[in-house]
């Protein structure tokens, strides 16, 4: 392809048969420079193409038709067999090794290895190994926290996760850092290198201390996983052969090791450049939470994987023909602008369970829950215990190639240096947030205004609720499925209720409606949090602006800062006065320190005069619209005071959130064909919270529709689809759908379950 032709318009230039070969090499050091820039380049001129480079092959660039090749099993295939020949077929160019149970085989036979694997991963089975991961990560930070220097890749994000997944599976203490280094070598080094030599020599090592395992639990079985792992059966009654085993926990150990070790050093050395997002993650820790899924979009560990055409067909409006082989560029997928708007910029706000670097399919990372709790434990750690690390950038080393993997081999760090813990001493609780729901009662429900409603929330056992500080928010995930984020606006002192207030927007997406409506004392709902984004800052005076439905956080910050007597000035303003929430209350708790400014009266407020009234030490914390928000932002940038600024923005949710009306919702019935149970789902619960409760093993992760971890098949029964992954056809064809916030239209469904 010409420079002339890389520049036509991008519509133009889908390669065909007969058109000449892009100058794509996703290896090349072009690529390795700036991997999301080369995408970027090539999506925007010739988004889906053909190269010779590697023997040759079809690449993609665009988050859609990732999505379509990775899901779509019977047209794209990941087996061996299907491509032919030596060496993995799930990578270009192929490598060694031997095949790797379920993610070189397609469905059906890659699904019993996914059953057998899928009930160690679960949400709920990995929030039990908190404990475990804490205490590893406190001992290995012990080991170097003395020092005030570090290599990160050696003595934290490379022997962590290698000692978490080899406990967890079984292996002696004895075995974490042999195997260590050679995955690590394995991912890091060049094809045919001495090192990668050593790498697989090391591989030669895991396969005999599997066997060794398995052998061992199943004369003798404990608790580990190698334990229930050389238990399981197939279908037919038979135990699963050594061979198969090895090469399913030999997939548990790589996808568990180095792609955490990728993703904590990205983020650490992203720190270490930018300490804004730095001190904004240690004022609030629980933004990890968030932050997590972002690091992942932007930083994926997997940058691509490969699928064999089965059949021909199109991709993208670009013939593909039987036996071709298609790069799958999860980065590029990552960075999708029709996706992810500003794909370049990291925001740690964003809400990016959208993103790839799980992969998405029957082959999404099992693992993903397991590697976000040892993600978040280490970078807490980091940021808890060494916050002024530097990254010391002459002596950053990546990897030699990041066409398929992507990291770093060595981060060296400076830092203040620091006391050890005793991971023995300091007992087992996690230091980083754990998510995990919560069903909490609606205790009280009433209106505040014609257009506000305030809920307070109880424990249904009467039992005290976990505490909050001024600015946290609950996460509601509604009956729907659709989640909302909810500012506490009561007394943090009140151990027993949470109180929530809620605009009903009859134009927004749906979610304030569906609470309105369904708001009676006695309903359950789903929280998670409290979460502190917004936390209020130790500062000797407070400018508080506050606009509509945005009082609500700032309610319980004048609160606390009256209880310090601290000084602080409140300006609420809204549309009209009977519109604005907590007037009374405001009042009563303010005084003279509180100025109301309802539009219709008052009009806009000056905010350059307000906040020139305000010193250089006060702190500005400002909810409100968007307008609002922009408003003061921009004012505090005009006149160099941003650094005094404190805003939260709540995410707006997906903009492919599928409406739908939840007043429609009914009581259906499902079934499930393997084990047989049939359950009733009521109108005001969400599927899969049925489900879960019969099926230890269900797997989920983002409860949104979008990730497709929860696609199940459906056997009978016709769905109603509220996902926004499938296609109009799938949907229509109703052969699977999303158990997390589809439901049905028919009295009964039945899954293959």
Known sequence: MTEQQRTAPAAAQTATEDRPVAPFDHHSAECNTDPVGYYREFRQTCPVGRTDAHGGFVYTTRYADVVRIARDDDTFSSARATAGGDGTAIVIPRGPGLEQYPIELDPPAATGYRDLINPLLTQDAVAELAPMVARHTTRVVDAFIAEGSVDFVRDLTNPLPAAVTLDWLGFPESDWAKLAGPIHDIFAALPGSERAVRGAAGLAYLDQRIRELIVGRRAAPTGDAVSYLAAQRRPDGELFAADELVSVIGLLIAGGVDTTTSLTGSTLVHLSRHPDDRQRLIDSPDLLLTATDEFLRVFAPSQSMARTVRADTEVGGCPVSSGERVLIPWVAANHDPVVFPDPEQLRLDRDAARHLSFG????????????????????????????????????????????????????????????????????????????????????????VTDEVLEVRLADPTGAELPPWTPGAHLEVRLPSGRVRQYSLCGDPDDARHYRIAALREPAGRGGSVELHTLARAGVTLSVRGPRNHFPLVDAPGYLFLAGGIGITPILAMAREADRRGVPFRLVYGGRSRASMAFVDEVVALAGDRVTLLPQDEAGLPDLRALLGSTGADTAVYC???????DAVER???????????????????????????????????VHLARTGATLRVPRDRRMID???????????????????ACETRVLAGTPEHRDSLLTDEERAAGRSMMICVGRCRSERLVLDL
């Open 360 to 447: 998405i399919g029957s082959h999404r990372c099992a693992g993903a829950h397991l590697a976000r709790l040892m993600f978040r434990e280490m970078i807490t750690q980091v940021l808890t215990r060494l916050p002024d690390f530097r990254v010391v950038e002459e002596g950053l080393v990546a990897y030699p190639t990041r066409g398929n993997q992507s990291g770093w081999d060595a981060i060296p760090a400076v830092f203040t240096p620091g006391p050890r813990r005793d991971a023995d001493a300091a007992g087992t609780r996690p230091t980083a947030s754990l998510t995990g729901d919560r069903g909490l009662v609606m205790a009280t429900t009433g209106a």
């Open 635 to 669: 004012v505090c940038a005009e006149t160099d005071r941003s650094g005094q600024l404190h805003v939260e923005r709540f995410t707006a949710g997906d903009d492919l959130e599928v409406a739908f009306d939840p007043a429609a919702n009914t009581e259906f019935e």
């Open 623 to 629: 909810c409100g619209p968007t307008g609002m928000i």
């Open 690 to 708: 049925v489900l879960r409760e019969m099926v230890p093993g269900l797997t989920y992760d983002c409860e949104k529709g979008y990730c497709g």
